[in-house]
């Protein structure tokens, strides 16, 4: 009877606390992102969410909803954010360059030559000046708290040959999104921009409709491209793959000084998990394409600057036919270079 009275008792008191876990929150957060569980948008998420809960002692609960239920697309999804009917959803610059058209500087080719370059902007004041900018294209209604990664680098890939260097491209036709930068980077290259639907890109490969893509290897092999034809990958890393995370500014500027910190903290954790997580799994990837016979090519110091050197003229076009491009522009390169300084200064003391 003692041990029976004793677990009616501790189950009493687990229901307490349950119960107590349950109704404690002051703060629910909705957060969305347009993917499955499989990608590192949601390693993020999740690390935000035990971080925030955690930390603030359960008084901000975090929901997430992964997939499309409460959007499926990044002017529909950053409207809720503005309405308050979503409280953070991450995009890529293109899902978000219809409302913040220079969010676009993150897809400008080899401005950031490394992991360490990119992570070391994308931490400091850079992120801070294209936050102020979007608050103000939003009437203070869209915050962007941080910046991470999506699927590592974007990488050339096609079905034909290994490009080596911007004469290779000659020809190619290039699958691209339906937007005006990453189609001027494949015509400044000599390529073709051909834009497709996502969906219909393997089949485009394999009916020669487009023989190449601009993509992260963990896309490539998670779309099975190489079954379509698709058998030589160059890692010339020509763009870092930005992950933008939002927030409503009014959802995160009405809590208390000590919960701002804690979701500022937060989202310094998720930042950091989606640098990793595409490192990760890009080995395996990686391994994979080589394993079925794939073409993996590291462009020389010398053939990257040509890359570079061929792709100059989009750096002038965003910054003559994109609102607000001179200004993040020049953020973006003197970050760069700040960033660049510490790393080589680092690095004499390291290596000597």
Not at 216 to 237: E, H, N, R, S
Not at 251 to 279: H, I, N, Y
Not at 313 to 330: L, S
Request: charged share 20%; net charge negative; glycine share 10%.
């Amino acid at each position: 009877m003692k041990l029976i009275k004793s677990s009616l008792l501790l189950s009493a008191a687990v229901l307490a606390v349950s119960s107590f876990a349950a109704t404690a929150a002051d703060i629910t957060i909705r957060a969305t992102a347009n993917s499955n569980e499989n990608d590192e948008d949601y390693d993020g998420l999740v690390v935000f969410k035990n971080h925030v809960e955690s930390a603030s002692n359960g008084k901000i609960a975090v929901e997430l909803f992964i997939g499309t239920q409460l959007c499926s697309k990044g002017a529909e999804c950053l409207q809720g954010v503005a309405d308050g009917s979503i409280d953070i959803y991450i995009s890529t610059s293109g899902g978000a360059a219809g409302i913040f058209p220079y969010v676009q500087v993150l897809d400008l080719p080899y401005l950031m030559a490394s992991d360490r370059v990119a992570e070391g902007v994308l931490t400091g004041d850079f992120t801070r000046t294209m936050r102020a900018m979007a608050l103000k294209s939003s009437n203070d209604q869209i915050r962007l708290m941080t910046i991470g990664n999506t699927g590592g680098w974007r990488n050339f890939a096609n079905t034909k040959r290994r490009v080596a260097k911007p004469a290779d491209m000659e020809g190619l036709k290039i699958r691209t999104v339906v937007a005006d930068l990453p189609q001027e980077l494949v015509k400044a290259l000599g390529a073709s921009p051909t834009p497709i639907p996502w969906p219909e890109l393997f089949t485009s490969f394999q009916t020669g409709v487009v023989e190449g893509s601009k993509n992260g290897i963990t896309d490539i092999m998670g779309m099975k491209f190489p079954d379509a034809g698709l058998q030589y990958v160059t890692l010339d890393g020509h763009a870092y793959m930005g992950a933008l995370w939002w927030m409503n500014n009014e959802k995160f500027l009405g809590m208390d000084e000590d919960m701002r910190q804690v979701v500022v903290d937060g989202f310094s954790a998720l930042q950091q998990a989606t640098f990793a997580s595409p490192k990760r799994k890009s080995i395996a990837a990686y391994e994979e394409f080589k394993a079925g016979g794939g073409d993996l090519y590291v462009p020389t110091p010398d053939e990257k600057a040509a890359f570079k050197t061929a792709a100059e003229p989009v750096y002038d076009w965003f910054k003559e036919n994109v609102e607000g491009g001179p200004e993040i522009f020049d953020a973006l390169t003197g970050a760069v270079a700040e960033t660049e300084k510490a790393l080589a200064d680092g690095n004499s003391k390291d290596i000597n």
